[in-house]
């Protein structure tokens, strides 16, 4: 209980007033002559930031021309990809990432060519010879300038060559320019989905709350005014507010250290912020329904980078001092529409566009260095021209630069590494409270429960990157106990409740498994994955093979199947299928105590991202569970029972049906084999089709609903791989075509039981 914490606020109906605290818009006033007379700007800084701007727009309008075929130095190149331009932006970009560290991190979106060139910009302007050099040992004979300039270059090579799905993109060509990251320089990814970054930088920011390794850094993470009506986005700003992280209960007192870059340009794709899909005339305003400080928020002039520069500057400070997040909201405008597929002309006018190009970014700021004597025309047009001849020599070399081969094309879905050797930092854990062990018998048989919780505990105790966090799992145990008794050995930092927000909870889980830790999070009812579905599927699923391969996303989530309790339609579904359909994550489901615990320490190691199913029917079966530090390997299928005449492929509680279903064949002089995958991705095919070559019938059996099932993708590959041995059709027994009802007598007669599969295996006689 050390580490218990007892709520104790009574009534109190006291007329009051909330008051909510203002919000400080456009505070900065200084002019450019006052900054560079009070040496705040030096003419090398001043000089870095007009690059920085004009790179990128030199990047866009390159775009822009490539189109049609204006762009002369690869007017041969047809561009295929999507053209999110952001021309009018780049203030904010150049100046959010001019004042990062190398090591800051952020995430983008799918207009984030701006950020992602940023990034990248000022990390190499910030690098020492060393670094250089390290980061592109091609270039080792050179030094000085000449070196950070062909570094530089190739930094925007390999940002055309991702745009234009090259194998030397940032990428190898398999994200392309939505989903661009270079994690050498923190930049976690652009997301195509709009909100999508948001909780993965939170989770970002969470490993640098509590990592020794991380501790000071903060996590940039742009988004627009569309992507903060999005529920993640939302969730994400709840998750970041917690007092958890900064209270009473906090064994590491440190707000999250993040800084969420609202990129206010007034529009979604078309939809208007101001009047039409928002309530709120500026969208800091977003920031007071999560946190009494407001989160710090405050609303800055996007188009003037020296506002901007100041804004992250003072936000970088609230940070260090541990009293993050903080959320800026950047007001700016894009010249373009959407894409350049969209004229603009439906829904804004010549005349809106016009009074903002008047504040344009990039000739402001000229206008201004000109006016304070900081940088003469000619050292402007001088960089001018190296930004655009630097550009042109990339594209060319990006233009004929080498496409991926074909025969690569799911070459990076998977890692086949894993965390069998633990770094020595993280293998000293500290436990306030002994560590709980499964409780056996007198036969050594534990529960499927306490084997997975067991399982967790030693993976805790082994690797200090190893947390867990869900809904309800801290104090309470989690919804079915699993996990009670790991917040008193391990402390709030490594186990903590959560908001219920399950597309937060598994994007938090994305962000710290991209920085390095390893996180369990627990999804109470497979049925909530659904929730979170975006967040499994497109983003833990994707970043390995998007980035081509430069990242990694160690990460379990955990959600139990509740069919057969009467729970009804919501809290009933066996979902596993429908993650097999989509590549990228493991899908783990244990039918046994023994299985639960080795493969639960399997989908912890690995460094893919693993959804792990756990029954909860099985949860109070027993079994042996050896108290040895043992793993289950996944894609090596468990062959429960030995048999002649049919192969039975089952997994989960199915089980345990089909193990009595042979018994009831047995019984009439027909031996059953039956097979448990025990991990429907990886899938040992092999296994099944030597059972099937032996049998010459199969049968695949799962509480899934029996359409879209990954039994029928058995029956498919069984049919097509061993054909020529089979005496039968392969036929699949599952869930009805329906919803899980809540009566008992049609909940029986919804879910797969031993006399269907007796049925089924009958057919083949
Ligand atoms: C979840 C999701 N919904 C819809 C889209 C389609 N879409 C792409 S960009 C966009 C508008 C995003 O607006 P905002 O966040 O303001 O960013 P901006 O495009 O203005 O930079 C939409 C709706 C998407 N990519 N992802
Ligand atoms: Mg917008």
Redesign the pocket.
């Known amino acids: 209980m050390a580490n218990n914490y007892f709520s104790d606020r009574g009534p109190n109906f006291e007329k009051t007033t909330i008051k909510l605290k203002s919000i400080p818009a456009y505070t900065y006033d200084k002019s450019v002559a006052e900054e560079y007379k009070a040496k705040k700007l030096t003419k090398a800084t001043a000089a870095e930031l007009y690059e920085s701007m004009l790179v990128i727009r030199e990047f866009e309008d390159m775009i822009n021309k490539c189109r049609t075929g204006a762009y002369e130095v690869i007017s041969d190149y047809d561009y295929r990809g999507p053209t ?1 331009l952001s021309i009018g932006q780049e203030a904010t970009a150049s100046g959010v990432c001019s004042e990062l560290a190398i090591t800051d991190l952020i995430t983008s ?3 984030g060519h701006g950020d992602s060139i940023a990034k990248g910009f000022h990390a190499i302007k910030r690098m020492t010879e060393a670094e250089l050099k390290a980061r592109c040992p091609e270039f080792s004979n050179l030094s000085g300038e000449e070196l950070r300039e062909a570094v530089m270059e190739d930094h925007i090579f390999r940002t055309i060559a991702e745009l234009f799905g090259k194998e030397e993109g940032y990428g190898k060509g398999r994200g392309g320019g939505m989903h661009i990251a270079d994690f050498r320089v923190g930049h976690l990814g652009a997301n ?5 970054g948001i909780p993965i930088a939170t989770g970002a920011a969470m490993t640098c709350r509590i990592d020794d390794k991380m501790k000071g850094r903060v996590v940039c993470s742009f ?5 903060y009506s ?1 529920g993640v986005v939302l969730e994400a700003l709840n998750w970041a507010s917690q007092d958890q992280f900064n209270g009473p209960l906090a064994r590491t007192k440190f707000g999250l250290p993040i800084i969420y870059c609202l ?1 206010n ?1 007034h ?3 078309t939809g208007r912020a101001d009047g039409e899909v928002t309530g709120v005339d500026h969208l800091a305003r977003r920031a007071a329904g999560f946190d009494n400080d407001n989160m710090h928020a405050e609303v800055v002039n996007g188009m003037d980078i020296m506002a901007v520069r100041d804004a992250i500057a003072r936000a970088k400070a609230i940070c260090a001092r541990g009293e993050g997040p903080v959320l800026l909201e950047f007001d700016t405008y ?1 010249y373009y529409g ?1 894409s350049l597929s969209d004229p603009r002309n439906e829904y804004r006018t010549r005349e809106e566009e016009a009074r903002w190009k008047a504040v344009d970014p990039i000739e402001t700021f000229r206008a201004k260095l000109l006016e304070a004597k900081v940088l003469t025309a000619k050292e402007l047009d001088a960089i001018q021209e190296k930004v655009a001849a630097r550009n042109a020599r990339a594209a060319r070399r990006a233009a004929d630069a080498a496409d991926p081969d074909p025969a690569d094309v799911i070459k990076y879905m998977y890692t086949d590494t894993d965390s069998s050797e633990v770094p020595a930092e993280y293998r000293e854990v500290t436990v306030d409270d002994p560590a709980p062990r499964a409780k056996r018998d007198a036969n050594g048989m534990a529960t499927y429960k306490d084997a997975i919780k067991e399982g967790i505990v030693e993976e805790m105790l082994r690797d200090k990157r190893v947390v867990l966090f869900g809904e309800d799992v801290a104090e309470y145990g989690g919804a079915f106990k699993l996990s009670k008794g790991l917040l008193d050995a391990f402390g709030r930092d490594r186990v903590f409740n959560t908001p219920i927000s399950e597309a937060c909870i598994c994007g938090a889980a994305v962000g710290m498994a991209m920085t390095g830790y390893r996180p369990i999070a627990e999804l109470m009812y497979m049925d909530f994955a659904l929730m979170s579905s975006d967040q499994i599927s497109n983003q833990a699923a994707k970043w390995h093979y998007m980035t081509g391969a430069s990242t990694e996303v160690p990460l379990v989530i955990r959600c139990s199947v509740g069919g057969g309790k009467g729970y009804g339609g919501q809290h009933s579904q066996s979902l596993e299928s429908m993650f097999a359909h989509i590549p990228g994550t493991y899908v783990a489901y244990p039918s046994n105590p023994y299985d639960a615990k080795g493969m639960i320490k399997t989908a912890i190691r690995t460094n893919n991202p693993v959804v792990f199913v756990e029954g909860q029917l099985l949860y109070n079966v027993k079994g042996v569970v050896p108290e040895e530090d043992y793993t289950v390997p996944f894609g090596v299928a468990n062959v429960v029972r030995e048999g002649s005449d049919v192969t039975l492929v089952v997994w989960g509680p199915a089980v345990a049906d089909a193990l009595k279903a042979a018994d009831m064949l047995a019984a009439e002089g027909i031996s059953a084999e039956v097979i448990d995958p025990r991990t429907l991705v990886p899938f040992d095919w092999e296994t099944v089709f030597a059972s099937v070559r032996k049998t010459g019938r199969c049968v695949a059996i799962s509480q899934c609903v029996d359409i879209g099932s990954f039994t029928g993708e058995i029956v498919s590959q069984v049919t097509a791989n061993c054909f020529d041995d089979l005496d039968a059709p392969v036929l699949k027994v599952g869930a009805k075509n329906g919803i899980a009802p809540q009566a008992a007598s049609l909940e029986k007669a919804f879910l797969p039981h031993a006399e269907d599969i007796v049925a089924a295996v009958k057919k083949l006689y």
Request: charged share 15%.
């Open positions: 999110h979106t799918h207009r195509a989905i709009v909100g999508g988004a627009g005014d569309g992507a999005n990129i340009n529009y979604g794709m894009r959407h």
